[in-house]
C-alpha cells in the first residue's frame, strides 16, 4: 500500500524554511490535475503528494498538537492513489448561496452517474462510503471523494496517447463531458504503479 507515514512529515520548524517553495510547487503541479466538467463542477485530482501537501500545511497551520499526525494520517491516505486507481475531490462551487442550494437539491445521487472515460470504455466511479453525499431531502453535498478503479489494460490505454481520455457526470440534471488535455493526462498517469 502506498501511503505517507510519520517519517514523511517534516518537524513544523523545519517545514516553515521550505513551506513557500513547496506551496510554489505544488500551485503547478495541481493546475494540471484540475478538470472542470460543465460550468459547476471541478474535479481535483490527488496523489501522494497533494496529500503529503495538505497533512504538512494542516499541522503547520494548527501548531501539530499531540495527537494530530495520526488523525491526518487516517483521514488523508485514503485520497492517496493505489496502484491502478485514480482519486479526485470533486467539487461543486457555485458562490451564490441559494443558487447553490437549489442547484445541489436538484442532483441528488449525482456520485451514481460520474465516470471517466478511456477510448470507448466507461469507468464509473466508487465513492467514498463513510458518509452519506445526498440527504433525504435528495440534496447532494457540494464536496465528494471519487475513486476511479482501473484494470491493467485501461491503465495501459490510458497512458498510450492513443485514446481519448474523458470525465463525466450523466445524471439528469447535470449531464457534461470534458476531454482531457495532454498535460493532464500526462500528470496523471504518473499516479499509476505496478
Known amino acids: 500500500m502506498i501511503a505517507i507515514n510519520k517519517d514523511d512529515i517534516l518537524p513544523n520548524d523545519e517545514y516553515k524554511i521550505v513551506r513557500n517553495d513547496r506551496r510554489k510547487d505544488l500551485v503547478s503541479y495541481k493546475k494540471k490535475r484540475r478538470i472542470s466538467v460543465g ?3 471541478t474535479f481535483y485530482f490527488e496523489s501522494y503528494k497533494t496529500m503529503l501537501y495538505q497533512i504538512q500545511e494542516m499541522l503547520f497551520v494548527e501548531g501539530a498538537p499531540e495527537g494530530q499526525l495520526e488523525d491526518e494520517l487516517t483521514a488523508y491516505n485514503p485520497l492517496v492513489p493505489q496502484g491502478f486507481n485514480l482519486v ?4 461543486f462551487e457555485i458562490n451564490d448561496e441559494k443558487i447553490r442550494h437549489d442547484f445541489l437539491s436538484s442532483i441528488g445521487n449525482v456520485e451514481d452517474f460520474i465516470f471517466i472515460g478511456i477510448g470507448d470504455e466507461k469507468i464509473k ?70
Open 39 to 41: 460550468p459547476y463542477a
Open 88 to 91: 479526485a475531490t470533486l467539487m
Open 125 to 194: 466511479a466508487r465513492y467514498e462510503s463513510d458518509v452519506d453525499r445526498t440527504n433525504s431531502k435528495g440534496k447532494t453535498s457540494s464536496v465528494h471523494f471519487i475513486h476511479f478503479d482501473l484494470n491493467r489494460g485501461q491503465v495501459k490505454k490510458f497512458g498510450s496517447g492513443e485514446v481519448k481520455i474523458h470525465l463525466g457526470i450523466e445524471h439528469k440534471n447535470y449531464s457534461h463531458i470534458t476531454i482531457l488535455n495532454d498535460e493532464n493526462v500526462e500528470s496523471l498517469k504518473n499516479d499509476f504503479t505496478d
